[in-house]
């Protein structure tokens, strides 16, 4: 069994592509928000067009100097085109609702993205597993938030514990690789223990847990569902090493750095890009609910924005490690009685991953 820290990765980049806002759930802790993504559901002539614009795209040469050399030197088409290769996944709102949705993945698949995932709650509508094949996409990955039906069905909604389980069956026996994302909160923090035992011979290959973040709908409703450094520390680790014992890829964010660990924003040495139907795209997760993005499509060009905006962000230095978890979720800061914080925050897509 092997854990490592995943390093953000500097030779490919992540495009997190939401096609749509609409969902047919409605989760208490959806970070979807209306008001700052839009209400669109993109035509598949649009998704094409914007899949291109992140299709070998050269990779930035952010603390990077070997990029840096591939990116002056664009005539070697062989550098740039290994270097460029972006990771899609495709979300909502609920992808599968988007009735063209296979015709996206195919896209993806001939502009030769370097991976291909569908995060669905599980519904998969519009018969996605009768319209692509296993060979057209790396992952399905499905959300559960509770190991039992009660729980999940108590954040997600009436009957979704049966879709998703039903789901995940479906896809594996049509011999799709499948996922799981688990998001900790206070609600079901308890359950994920119990996950091994309900996982172990469902026939997924990676488990990904997931922090609650106080966006969306969570950061509108009174407490804080966020786990504490304690009980985080305490379980979760060891949670994800029993589960990585049946041979399923395990990730979790680090949240809390050590401090014999260096701080990083990933804003300022990876690529990643938040799109949304309305054009925003944002390069960091958490500022998703402000109109903070550095990026937007307009008539089919991707333009940064004028300051201020996240990338204004990344540049600040705090003894608290990340500045958007300070301004938004510092619940989850301690300081000791001289005003210095007892751990650093680490980027919220610092991961540790056990395999
Ligand atoms: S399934 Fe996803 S998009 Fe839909 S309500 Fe739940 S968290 Fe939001
Ligand atoms: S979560 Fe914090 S550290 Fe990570 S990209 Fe956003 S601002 Fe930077």
Sequence with gaps: ????????????????????????????????????????????????????????????????????????????????????QTNVIFL?????????????????????FKSITIDTNGYLFNNILDKISCDDIDYFSFSLDGATQTTNDSIRGEGSYDKVMEGIKKAVAKNFSCSM??????????????????????????????????????????????VSKENWLKTIPKTAKKI?????????????????????????VADN????????????????????????IRGNKLI?????NEKDLFKLTIPEGCVMNKMIQPQNLSYNKVGEPYHQIACCMLKEEIS
């Design 92 to 112: 909502g709102g609920e992808p599968t609702l988007h009735p063209d949705l296979h015709l996206a993945v195919k896209e993806a698949k001939s502009l030769g």
């Design 181 to 226: 994302i688990y998001t900790v909160s206070e609600k079901n923090f308890h359950e994920l223990e119990l996950m091994e035992d309900l996982i172990k011979n469902l026939g997924i290959k990676r488990f990904f847990i997931q922090v609650i973040g106080m966006r969306g709908k969570s950061s509108g409703s009174k407490g804080n569902f966020q």
């Design 304 to 308: 940064p924005t004028q300051k201020i």
């Design 273 to 296: 890009f938040f799109v949304f139907p309305n054009g925003r795209v944002y390069q960091c997760p958490i500022c998703e609910d402000f109109p903070l993005h550095s990026l937007e």
């Design 1 to 84: 069994m092997q854990k490592q820290t995943v390093a953000f990765s500097k030779n490919s980049s992540n495009l997190f592509f939401h096609i749509l806002t609409k969902c047919n759930l409605s989760c208490t802790h959806c970070y979807i928000n209306k008001d700052q993504h839009g209400v669109d559901t993109l035509d598949i002539g649009t998704i094409k067009k914007w899949l291109k614009l992140f299709a070998n795209r050269p990779v930035s040469d952010k603390n990077n100097p070997k990029q840096a050399l591939i990116n002056k030197n664009p005539a070697d088409k062989s550098m740039v085109n290994k270097a460029a």
């Design 244 to 268: 990585a014992g049946h041979g399923i890829v395990v990730t979790y964010p680090k949240v809390f750095l050590n401090n014999d660990e260096t701080f990083q924003c990933a804003g300022n």
